[in-house]
């Protein structure tokens, strides 16, 4: 046969009588194929009448045809039994447009025929020279859309002026003069795009693969440093506790040794100021002798006092509990410095972990304003509040700033946190974190982020910053910008501001100890000021959360 069995149609290898593949194919005289079995089973009903039929054609034969197995038929159905099945068309292919019944997947795609075609229906493209000067394509099934809509013709050219597809007919009138190269150099140019953003992904997935390591080693050696500080901090404090015991017991024998001889002292001086009391008495009598020899003779002996001797004693028991003072104030000074030095090491770990314009994303978190929180006049939007001024239909709630223009977030904050702020050049807007209890209802300092000891916060004016926090007003210097950054390290208690632009900078850094979680929160204490909180994440969901 002239055409391989890979291009022909399963439907005219059926038998026309039983409609399966044909088995034991045989050929009538009048040229019809069919099943052997199927052919003599219906001439085996037509024995009584001694005239045999084709059933397809209804010619006659007499006598009964004798019927030998086609063998080149035979041939064509084996080849085709072993036809791969992923070669026809699935509901999601593109079928070629020339296979009739069963259609095979088309390969390629004409733009001059308007057709698709299969492997085995493709072969005139490449062999007939009156196909060779049409362009084919990938198959597709929207081959209207690969065409000139107003001239009918295969869009071959991209005009970069107008950012589009063309016709070479296109190009010669609506699009004369404009920058325009070919279809083929655009997908060249498009590739060569694609190519160096791949291998920026590629880099940014080992920067971040790298951020990661250096982050899991700096965390896994601030651990170790953490149980190291409190190993040590354990050690010093059962010294301490054991050499407090060993100065007690040293300070109580030296008390016990001194007040031994301070008693003994204590009595002899005693039993001196008695004898002088009787000696005085005596004198006092002699005083009253006229007789000047008389006198003399009776006190001739002389009057004792107590001696420097004993004096000393007591000056040296002085000396000695000073000294043993001074050496336990000694031993806690070192004890002392060893803490302090500790905690510097620590603090230039934790330092480490604070986030950079490239790193900042890894510490990022998400916000939600609370409106049970907010005052009635800021009116929330998503991600933004603004200073409405006009009362907003919230419900009552014992949770809402009634006086304060201000608004907390829901998420409580007890680890290492990132958010930034986009905010209006042309007000003042307050950033702060504040424990939940922070007070709500009244005009008092209480209740105003930055005037208590339960919030921090940072004034951003259009040309300046200061920080708040229990009363204490502090100026804060850094460039001006619309975009503030702040990171909040809970554990380590730490709460960083920064502004964001082509760089990162430090405006402000408190260091304290944080005693329960933290919530963001804003103020804005001037009509129709606005802020937003920024979605530093990934950038597709960011994109989801901006179209709901």
Not at 128 to 145: E, N
Not at 333 to 354: F, P
């Amino acid at each position: 046969m002239a055409e391989s069995s890979s291009s022909l149609d399963p439907d005219r290898l059926r038998c026309p009588i039983c409609l399966d593949q044909m088995k034991v194919p045989v050929t009538t005289a009048c040229g019809h194929s069919y099943c052997m079995s199927c052919i003599k089973s219906c001439w085996d009903e037509e024995d009584r009448r001694g005239v045999y039929s084709c059933p397809q054609c209804r010619q006659t034969f007499t006598p009964r045809p004798v019927l030998c197995r086609n063998t080149m038929l035979a041939e064509v159905v084996e080849k085709l039994k072993k036809t791969p099945a992923d070669q026809y068309a699935g509901p999601e292919d593109v079928e070629c447009d020339v296979c009739t019944g069963r259609k095979r997947k088309a390969v390629n795609s004409c733009l001059v025929c308007q057709a698709s075609y299969c492997e085995s229906h493709l072969q005139p493209h490449y062999e007939s020279p009156a196909f060779k000067k049409h362009k084919l394509t990938d198959a597709t099934g929207h081959l209207q859309d690969k065409l000139c809509s107003q001239h009918d013709k295969p869009l071959e050219v991209y005009c970069r002026t107008d950012q589009q597809y063309i016709c070479y007919l296109c190009m010669t009138y609506e699009h004369r003069g404009h920058d325009t190269i070919s279809a083929a150099t655009r997908r060249e140019e498009i590739q060569l795009q694609l190519g160096v953003r791949q291998r920026k992904l590629q880099q940014s997935e080992k920067e971040l693969q790298e951020l990661t390591k250096v982050v899991n080693s700096v965390t896994l050696f601030v651990q170790e440093a953490e149980e190291h500080s409190g190993r040590v901090l354990t050690e010093m404090i059962h010294l301490i506790e054991s050499r407090d015991s060993v100065v007690k017991g040293l300070i109580r024998e030296q008390e016990k040794a001194v007040l031994n001889q301070v008693n003994g002292l204590q009595e002899q001086l005693e039993e001196e100021i008695t004898e002088l009391k009787r000696r005085c008495t005596e004198f006092e009598g002699l005083l009253q002798i006229e007789d000047p020899i008389h006198f003399i003779q009776t006190t001739s002996a002389p009057l004792e006092f107590p001696t420097s001797s004993r004096m000393n004693l007591i000056v040296d028991v002085r000396s000695a509990v000073s000294e043993l003072k001074r050496t336990l104030e000694d031993v806690l000074q070192e004890v002392d410095d060893l803490q302090v030095a500790t905690l510097r090491s620590l603090k230039k770990i934790i330092n480490l972990l604070e986030p950079t314009l490239t790193t900042r994303t890894a510490f990022a978190c998400q916000l939600t304003l609370d409106p049970d929180t907010a005052h009635r006049d800021l009116r929330l939007e998503k991600m933004e509040v603004e200073f409405y001024g006009q009362p907003q239909p919230y419900p009552d709630s014992p949770h809402r700033f009634k006086w304060y223009y201000q608004v907390l977030c829901k998420e409580g904050l007890s680890g290492c946190c990132y958010w930034e702020v986009e905010r209006s050049m042309d007000y003042e807007v307050h950033l702060a974190v504040s424990y939940r209890g922070i007070g709500r209802s009244g005009w008092g300092r209480d209740c105003c982020f930055g005037y208590n000891e339960y919030s921090w916060s940072l004034v951003c004016t259009p040309s300046s910053y200061s920080f708040r926090h229990d009363k204490t007003d502090t100026s804060v210097s850094g460039p001006p910008s619309s975009r503030i950054g702040v990171y909040l390290n809970h554990k380590a208690g730490i709460l960083s501001f920064y502004s964001i632009s082509d760089a990162m900078t430090l405006l402000h850094r408190v260091q304290t100890t944080f005693t329960e979680p933290l919530y963001a929160g804003f103020a804005l204490p001037w009509f129709w000021s606005k802020l937003k909180i920024c979605n530093i994440g990934n950038k597709e969901k960011q994109k989801k959360d901006e179209e709901r």
